[in-house]
């Protein structure tokens, strides 16, 4: 079992940084391709970042590339999301997700999810 859990989420202004973070209990991260996923109030949740196994390669939603960075740290069982250039339609709960599969970005090929961490973008 993959127990994940988010942290640095916050409440920041518009063009400010938040750093995401997602570590895991439980079993080691290394044999997942990990995903961010956000979701708004009253609305769906939807893709953000995903990074492969090895953290070789990368997929952004077109929302959030140039501003948004995820990397991960498999010797800390960790993953990140650096979030520049905020945006008020940022807002949202940001949640960490593991996939036995690479690359994808529908979050019903993920396996396993974190509680979410709370971010809130001021204008």
């Known amino acids: 079992q993959v127990q994940l859990v988010e942290s640095g989420g916050g409440s920041v202004r518009a063009g400010g940084s938040l750093r995401l973070s997602c570590v895991a209990a439980g079993r080691t991260l290394r044999s997942y391709s990990m995903g961010w996923f956000r979701q708004a109030a009253g609305q769906e949740r939807e893709f953000v970042a995903t990074?492969?196994?090895?953290?070789?390669?990368?997929r952004y939603a077109d929302s959030v590339k140039g501003r948004f960075t995820i990397a991960r740290d498999n010797a800390q069982s960790a993953v990140y999301l650096q979030m520049n250039t905020l945006k008020p339609e940022d807002t949202a709960l940001y949640y960490c997700?593991?996939?036995?599969?690479?690359?994808?970005?529908?979050?019903?090929?993920?396996?396993?999810w974190g509680q979410g961490t709370q971010v809130t973008v001021s204008s």
């Open positions: 997700a593991a996939s036995v599969l690479e690359g994808r970005t529908g979050d019903s090929l993920y396996n396993y």
């Open positions: 990074i492969s196994r090895s953290g070789s390669t990368t």
